[in-house]
C-alpha cells in the first residue's frame, strides 16, 4: 500500500501549537508505520493557507490521487488539508472515486473502513452546523446592536459616533449633504451632484472636495441604522 503524506502552517507561530511541520511530518511517519504502508513522500507547505485548494502542494497531491499512485493520504489533522467543509467533501469525494483512502492521525480516522466514512460524515455535518449556527448568532446579535442604535461596523454617511462611543447619531453637515444628494439622485448625473455639492461649499467626511465616486458610494450607503 502506497501512501502520500501531507504537512501544512500557515504562520511560523503555528509551530508552538504542536503543529509545526516537524511535528506533523513525526506523526505521519509513525501512522505510516502502524499501517504497513510504504510512505513515497511528504508533501510540505508552508505559510499556505487552508482557505482555498488552489495551492501547489495540495494541487501536487491531488495530481498523484487522479494518477493512482497513490492509495491512501495521511495527515496529522484534519484542518491541515482544509478548513473547509465544502472543500473537504470535494476532496473526499475525489479521494473515493479513486480509490484512496483518508486516515487522520488527530481524529483517529481512517475512511478505509465503513465506520471511519461513517465517522467522517457526521463530523462534516456538525462542523456545517456549527459554522451556520455561529453566522446566525452573528446576524442576530449585529441585528440587536442596530436595533439599539449602536454602532456596527463602518459609520454610515450622515452619521457620526456619539459622545458615548457606543450608539450613532446623525451628523448636521452630512445630514445636509445626504438631503441634497438624495433631493439630486433622479435628476442628475454622479459628475452633476458633485458638481453641486461642491458649489454649495459641502465637502465630505474627509473634508476634501466631492468626486462623482463618492457620491456613489455614498448613495449606496444611505440606509440608516435600523
Not at 511541520?21 to 505559510?47: F, N
Not at 491531488?62 to 484542518?79: H, P, W, Y
Not at 433622479?186 to 457620491?215: F, K, M, P
Request: neutral net charge.
Amino acid at each position: 500500500m502506497k501512501a502520500i503524506g501531507y504537512a501544512r502552517v500557515s504562520t511560523d507561530k503555528q509551530a508552538d501549537r504542536g503543529v509545526s511541520l516537524e511535528a506533523q511530518t513525526e506523526k505521519i511517519r509513525a501512522m505510516t508505520v502502524v499501517h504497513s504502508a510504504e510512505l513515497t513522500d511528504i508533501i510540505v507547505e508552508a505559510g499556505e493557507s487552508a482557505k482555498t485548494l488552489n495551492r501547489p502542494g495540495m494541487q501536487h497531491l491531488l495530481a498523484l490521487v487522479d494518477s493512482g499512485e497513490v492509495n491512501v493520504v495521511i495527515v496529522a489533522k484534519l484542518d491541515r488539508l482544509t478548513r473547509s467543509v465544502q472543500d473537504l467533501c470535494e476532496l473526499l469525494g475525489r479521494f473515493e472515486r479513486h480509490g484512496v483512502a483518508l486516515i487522520s492521525v488527530a481524529e483517529s480516522l481512517d475512511t478505509s473502513s465503513a465506520a471511519g466514512r461513517l465517522v467522517l460524515n457526521i463530523m462534516t455535518a456538525v462542523s456545517q452546523w456549527e459554522r451556520e449556527a455561529i453566522g446566525e448568532r452573528t446576524r442576530d446579535a449585529l441585528s440587536h446592536k442596530r436595533s439599539r442604535g449602536e454602532r456596527v461596523g463602518n459609520i454610515a454617511f450622515g452619521y457620526r459616533l456619539g459622545a458615548d462611543r457606543v450608539h450613532v447619531e446623525p451628523d448636521e453637515v452630512e445630514q445636509a449633504a445626504l438631503t441634497r444628494i438624495c433631493k439630486l439622485r433622479d435628476q442628475c448625473t454622479l459628475r452633476e451632484i458633485a458638481e453641486q455639492l461642491n458649489e454649495q461649499g459641502l465637502r465630505t467626511r474627509r473634508g476634501s472636495r466631492w468626486r462623482h465616486e463618492y457620491v456613489a458610494r455614498v448613495i449606496a450607503s444611505t440606509a440608516p441604522p435600523a
